[in-house]
């Protein structure tokens, strides 16, 4: 099994509807994870960062850890055009190495 | 304050020949990362310097090394460039030298080799 799995999509959702992004590990990733963005050509910037199981809320974006089931998602409410992207997860090891994930492409459509 | 910067932006190698790819921070951080993204493989990492004068190996260290020069930089040598090395390269940096912070990003160096 990878350490951070992630389902290639693409997602395609609608203008305004939510996309929900999901995300598995494995035991060996620890217990912080983070979602970043990464537009065509262009660099990671982080999103949102989740340590504790529950969820987090930040804007139109919702990050949402589950220890037991071993899974990390992001939800998009309001999905809009700039919202296409790939969005990598990805968990932390040991001495903060971080291990993402292959990335899910998101689509939103107008 | 420009955050992450990476030299060159784009760089065609021949098979067996060298190059450094330079990285460079101004945020004052004590980590500094190399990863390749390949398609369909996410983001990997090559090496990582936990903090200045230490390096370490991260997933795939093969046919790279790399120097971290002082606190700013952090640069990644190919010495003898093979065609399984083309790809891009991030380079990204974080405050701390463990715990749970940040990693910043570079804009990426494009390497091809042919």
């Known amino acids: 099994q990878k350490e951070v799995e992630q389902n290639s999509g693409p997602l395609s959702v609608p203008e305004g509807a939510i996309a929900s992004l999901n995300c598995t590990y494995s035991?060996?990733?620890?217990?912080?994870f983070f979602w970043y963005r990464q537009y065509s050509g262009k660099s990671p910037e982080l999103i949102m960062s989740?340590?504790?199981?529950g969820d987090k809320e930040d804007g139109r974006f919702t990050a949402q850890l589950n220890k037991a089931s071993q899974y990390v998602s992001l939800l998009i409410r309001d999905s809009q055009p700039s919202d296409s992207a790939t969005y990598l997860c990805a968990g932390r090891q040991y001495g903060n190495k971080l291990v993402f994930g292959a990335g899910t492409i998101l689509r939103v459509k107008s | 304050n420009a955050g992450v910067t990476q030299t060159p932006k784009f760089q065609v190698l021949k098979t067996g020949q060298s190059m450094t790819l330079q990285c460079a921070q101004d945020m004052n951080h004590n980590s500094m990362y190399w990863y390749r993204q390949d398609p369909g493989m996410g983001l990997r990492l090559i090496y990582y310097?936990?903090?200045?004068?230490?390096?370490d190996k991260g997933e795939v260290p093969n046919g790279y090394n790399v120097s971290r020069l002082n606190k700013r930089e952090f640069s990644l040598r190919l010495e003898s460039a093979a065609p399984s090395q083309t790809s891009v390269y991030f380079c990204?940096?974080?405050?701390?030298?463990?715990?749970?912070?940040?990693?910043?990003f570079g804009p990426g160096t494009r390497l091809t080799v042919l």
């Open positions: 035991d060996r990733v620890s217990q912080s």
């Open positions: 310097s936990a903090s200045e004068g230490t390096t």
């Open positions: 990204a940096s974080s405050p701390k030298a463990g715990g749970q912070d940040t990693q910043y």
């Open positions: 989740i340590y504790s199981n």
